[in-house]
């Protein structure tokens, strides 16, 4: 069931609020660009994919067991290899390029007013808090 225009718009100002309130939980939780496929390690996977493929056919044409298993945890580790992205610096540079203006965004428009904002929701909240009859 899909918000209502009015909840919509203060689950954003909320989110602002958060935001502007703790600017390391907003760079935690900033999108993270995709990571950069590498042509050569592509094609270093492939590579390894390919020539696990012809040792595989090696392997069914000669009865070598061994052979087949070698071949296809090479073909196995090809593809991961091609998959997965490098796990070194250029990431982490690309995640905290991101970070100061996914966190300079929220900030920005709720400056103004954000303390009369928290202030109204701590009041409601806790008139909520004191009209339960549960207590």
Known sequence: ???????????????????AD?????????????????????LIGLGAVVLGLA?????VALPAIWLGVIAFIGMVAGAVYAI???????????SSGGGPG????????????GGSFMRKMEERWEKRAGDDPRL
């Open 102 to 113: 996914g966190g300079q965004g929220p900030t920005a428009p709720g400056t103004g007013d």
């Open 22 to 42: 703790d600017p390391r939980l907003a760079r935690a939780f900033a999108p993270k660009a995709p990571p950069r496929r590498n042509g050569r390690r592509i």
């Open 55 to 59: 040792l595989l056919v090696l392997a």
């Open 1 to 19: 069931m899909p918000l209502s225009e009015h909840e919509q718009k203060m689950l954003d100002e909320m989110e602002r609020q958060l935001f």
């Open 84 to 94: 997965t992205g490098p796990s070194g610096t250029s990431s982490g540079a690309g």
